[in-house]
Each structure stands twice: as structure tokens, then as C-alpha cells.
């Protein structure tokens, strides 16, 4: 049971941390210092996606998984749970580069208006 909601906390952060790294720089417009925070965020996102690397919360998701006896899922904790969801046949490479393209996009118009 312990290994079970550590999972979900787990699974938790993980969405916060993406929420944050593809929208958090609109904080930027009200809380500029907050760049400090957000820019290395968003970064590691980026670089995760074009990559094709799975971020370190996916891994201690799955072996808190297999601690509470559950199985645990192949690839990233995007495509399991949100692509899961909105595209059933899989996540392609194609897709995580425009999803990669689509954040640095956002994060980068976001910044540019910062500076100005």
C-alpha cells in the first residue's frame, strides 16, 4: 500500500513538473525571477524530448510499482499515461519532437516578452 501511493506521488510530481515546464513560463509575465526556476525546467524538457531519453521519475515510478506488486509500464510517463489517452496506437518519434518544438515555442515567446 505504501509503495502504491508513493507511485502516485510519484506519477504526481511527474505531471506537475510537465505542466510547469510547458506553461510555467507564463508565471514569468507576473514572477520574473522565477526564470530562475523555470528556464533549467524547461531545458531538461526539451532536451528529454528530443532526445527520446525518459526522465528519472519515470524509472522510480516503475520500481515503486513492482515494490507494491503492480507491473510497470515501458517508455516515458508521457506516453504512457497522457498519449495513452489521446493517441491509443502510441507515441512516435514525430510526436515527441512536436511536442519538444511545441514547448520551446511557448517558452521562448514567453521569455522574449520577459526581456522586452
Keep these: 500500500m505504501l ?3 508513493l507511485a502516485t506521488a510519484v506519477a504526481l510530481v511527474n505531471l506537475a513538473f510537465i ?3 510547458i506553461a510555467g513560463g507564463f508565471l514569468l509575465l ?3 525571477k522565477l526564470m530562475w526556476i523555470h528556464l533549467p525546467a524547461a531545458v531538461w524538457g526539451v532536451v528529454i524530448e528530443v532526445m527520446g531519453w525518459y526522465c528519472p521519475l519515470t524509472g522510480l ?3 515503486l510499482l513492482h515494490r507494491a506488486g503492480r507491473e510497470g509500464y ?3 510517463f508521457v506516453s504512457h499515461y497522457i498519449f495513452a489517452l489521446i493517441y ?3 507515441l512516435t518519434r514525430t510526436i ?3 511536442i ?3 514547448v520551446l515555442l511557448v517558452n521562448v515567446s514567453v521569455y522574449v516578452r520577459v526581456f522586452k
Design 3 to 5: 509503495y502504491q501511493l
Design 19 to 21: 505542466v510547469f515546464v
Design 30 to 32: 507576473r514572477w520574473p
Design 61 to 63: 515510478e516503475n520500481w
Design 74 to 76: 515501458s517508455g516515458g
Design 88 to 90: 491509443p496506437a502510441g
Design 96 to 98: 515527441e519532437l512536436a
Design 100 to 102: 519538444a518544438a511545441v
